[in-house]
């Protein structure tokens, strides 16, 4: 049976550079990430050559995309939310192209690494951590203080809020990375299944057809996941930029 | 040198290996793909992408807002002029009434005038042959009188022989017209 682990190691397809004693070298994740920013900068700018005000199918695509992200922005953000669109949206297409292209057999899947997702969700934290003080000063304190507490819990939920505060790169980057890491697993323990049965004869291929079935179905259901996971990396981000941009409750 | 001993250790022990995501040596690497990439991705949406797509959004609420306030303009319009000629409608159709009532009084008027001065004219007539009459008739009464005088004295003068006196034939006369 195939290691269900193997799919998520980093393999150098050829060194770039060394830093200091690490190398830096072109790796399967890499050219994936390239894969994946290059199609969406390609697919965006190819279907939107003509602006067409009629717009055919691939250009509604586009336009869909910059929509949906827009409205989630605004609904949770506001317009002074608009600001971050660029970032809310490549966050948004980056992700889901990848767990898109993750999805293919045989391709790599850039979120399933922690590494990846952190250094996203950190991006995140630290714009809202920034721009929150830049704009609002010491009144992005006001975050941590929920207004009508009374005075004697107050210190608790202080504490509560600052430790959610400090807490949200991780959950945000974890909850990612961990569907997406499950998922693959999964994938990969049933479609073992699938051979393992396969080779033990004519019972084995019939009783190798239920595993089959799962897979698909859990493939499906991994489509989903791939969007959901998405979608909920990019409302997540748009709430924490609320959260900068007006930090009273 | 430090990810590729791991790989091959990876590759050779299976299950020895550190868990691939959790693999410390890995990150570097992924660290500086991942911001190049997505540094070049932020930029491109942000400079040609977005602007591009949200201009062609823009056009389009431009041109439908566009026209639609062409439509409201024309459909104005035509309200207006279904307004005046309405209006001028309601104008001829006051006019017309106007003249035609104008006109009948005028002539109903006329007809009067023209009546009340006939009958006027029928009147004076009326009274002139009244007043002929009369006369006609009290000289024809006057007339009577002679004759009737005359008949009597004669049929006395028949009867008797004798030339009644004429006051006590006129006495007679006058006494038998009275009844």
Same mark, same amino acid.
């Given at each position: ?5 193997k799919q998520f ?7 770039i550079?060394?830093i200091?004693?690490?190398d ?10 390239v894969?994946?920013?290059?199609g969406?900068t390609?697919?965006?700018l ?12 691939m250009?509604?695509?586009?336009e869909?995309?910059y929509?949906?992200?827009?409205n ?10 608009m ?8 966050? #948004? ?16 899947t ?5 590494v990846?997702?952190l ?5 995140? #934290?630290?714009?809202?951590?920034i721009y929150g ?7 992005? #304190? ?9 005075l ?6 202080v504490?509560i809020?600052?430790l959610? #505060? ?6 945000h980057?974890?909850r990612l990375f ?32 239920l ?14 996941v ?5 979608y909920?990396?990019a ?15 | ?5 791991t790989e091959?250790t990876a590759?050779?022990?299976?299950a020895?290996a550190?868990?691939?995501p959790?693999n410390a ?6 660290l ?12 491109m949406m942000?400079k ?18 566009g026209d639609?306030?062409e439509?409201a ?8 002029a279904i ?6 409608l ?5 006019r ?7 006109t ?8 009067d005038?023209t009546?009340?001065r ?5 009147n004076?007539k009326l ?5 002929t009459?009369?006369?006609?008739k ?6 009577v009188?002679g004759?009737?005088a ?9 009867l008797?022989g ?18």
């Amino acid at each position: 049976m195939a290691d269900p682990i193997k799919q998520f190691q980093i393999v150098d397809l050829f060194p770039i550079a060394k830093i200091g004693n690490t190398d830096i070298a072109f790796t399967n994740s890499a050219a994936f990430m390239v894969l994946a920013v290059g199609g969406i900068t390609t697919f965006l700018l190819a279907t939107t050559r003509r602006r067409e005000v009629v717009p055919g199918r691939m250009q509604s695509i586009a336009e869909l995309s910059y929509e949906f992200v827009a409205n989630t922005l605004q609904t949770t953000a506001g317009k002074e939310g608009m600001k971050f669109f660029p970032f809310v949206f490549s966050l #948004f297409m980056f992700i889901l192209i990848a767990n898109l292209i993750g999805l293919i057999p045989y391709a790599f899947t850039i979120t399933s690494h922690i590494v990846v997702t952190l250094a996203l969700s950190m991006s995140v #934290f630290l714009t809202v951590l920034i721009y929150g003080f830049w704009k609002n000063g010491l009144h992005f #304190f006001n975050l941590f203080v929920p207004k009508g507490v009374p005075l004697y819990i107050l210190p608790l939920i202080v504490f509560i809020e600052v430790l959610s #505060f400090i807490s949200r790169p991780v959950s945000h980057s974890v909850r990612l990375f961990a569907n997406l890491l499950a998922g693959h697993i999964t994938l990969k323990v049933f479609a073992g299944f699938i051979t393992l049965l396969g080779s033990l004869g004519i019972a084995g291929i019939i009783g190798a057809t239920l595993p089959l079935a799962l897979v698909v179905a859990f493939f499906a259901l991994e489509l989903l996941v791939a969007f959901l996971q998405a979608y909920v990396f990019a409302i997540l981000t748009c709430i924490y930029i609320n959260d900068a941009i007006h930090p009273g409750h | 040198m430090a990810t590729t001993t791991t790989e091959l250790t990876a590759q050779s022990t299976g299950a020895a290996a550190p868990f691939p995501p959790f693999n410390a040596d890995t990150f570097a690497s992924q660290l500086f793909w991942l911001a190049l990439c997505f540094i070049f991705l932020l930029v491109m949406m942000w400079k040609v992408a977005l602007p591009r797509i949200g201009g062609i959004i823009d056009n389009r609420l431009q041109r439908i807002s566009g026209d639609l306030a062409e439509a409201a303009a024309l459909k104005g319009q035509s309200d207006d002029a279904i307004a005046a000629y309405e209006k001028a409608l309601a104008d001829a159709r006051a006019r017309a009434q106007a003249i035609a009532n104008e006109t009948r009084d005028k002539q109903a008027a006329e007809a009067d005038l023209t009546r009340k001065r006939l009958e006027d004219e029928l009147n004076v007539k009326l009274a002139d042959a009244e007043k002929t009459i009369a006369a006609t008739k009290t000289a024809a009464m006057s007339n009577v009188r002679g004759i009737a005088a005359d008949a009597t004295k004669a049929i006395v003068e028949r009867l008797i022989g004798k030339v009644p006196s004429d006051s006590a034939v006129d006495a007679a006369v006058a006494d038998t017209l009275k009844r």
